[in-house]
């Protein structure tokens, strides 16, 4: 598929000689090292040199070319993609957040409700953001109960609407 996956963020630098540390976005953060080349939002390229994990879910990195602690200090930010048909085919029942983005959300009849903007993990398991026509956004808890269907090659997902309460507003 087209796009690009982030994997990480710079969020300092490490040391004197340039490496930087990194919150990573992958299963594992030793998964990050496989890929040679990352690049920004704008293209430029991040030839990783050294790797090593660091605390959960963050790793210590170096670059070509950065080697003082002013250019990684400088990187502070810079979000680290990589291009989607580079990773792994997921496993069934796992989808890559990029996949899901961008598919329509439909109720049980087929009507569609919005489309999918983004999954949180707020620290209590992954919640689906879906945005209606209107603007509104709706957030869900990302299980199979509420999106009990995700067809990406169909770009759609079935998902089952919260009932409304007694007083008619819609439960959100």
């Known amino acids: 598929m087209a796009g690009d996956v982030l994997l990480a963020a710079v969020i300092g630098a490490q040391g004197l000689k340039g490496a930087v540390k990194t ?14 080349v990352l690049h920004d939002k704008n293209g430029k390229r991040f030839e990783i040199t050294a790797f090593r994990p660091g605390k959960p879910g963050e790793a210590v990195m170096s670059f070509q070319g950065v080697d003082t602690r002013e250019a990684a200090e400088a990187l502070k930010g810079t979000q680290l993609f990589v291009a989607r048909d580079k990773l792994p085919e997921p496993d069934e029942e796992e989808f890559y957040h990029a996949d899901l983005i961008g598919l329509e959300a439909r109720d049980s009849e087929g009507r569609v409700i919005g489309k999918v903007t983004s999954i949180h993990n707020f620290g209590a398991g992954d919640v689906i953001e ?4 209107d603007g509104d956004t709706v957030l869900l808890a990302f299980t199979r109960e509420t999106v009990p269907h995700i067809d990406i090659p169909g770009g759609h997902i079935l998902v089952a609407v919260p009932e409304d309460d007694e007083a008619g507003d819609h439960v959100e």
Not at 23 to 36: G, H, M, N, Q
Not at 130 to 133: D, S, V
Request: glycine content about 0%.
């Open 23 to 36: 919150k990573v976005f992958t299963a594992s953060p030793e998964a990050l090292s496989r890929y040679a």
């Open 130 to 133: 879906i945005t209606r026509a």
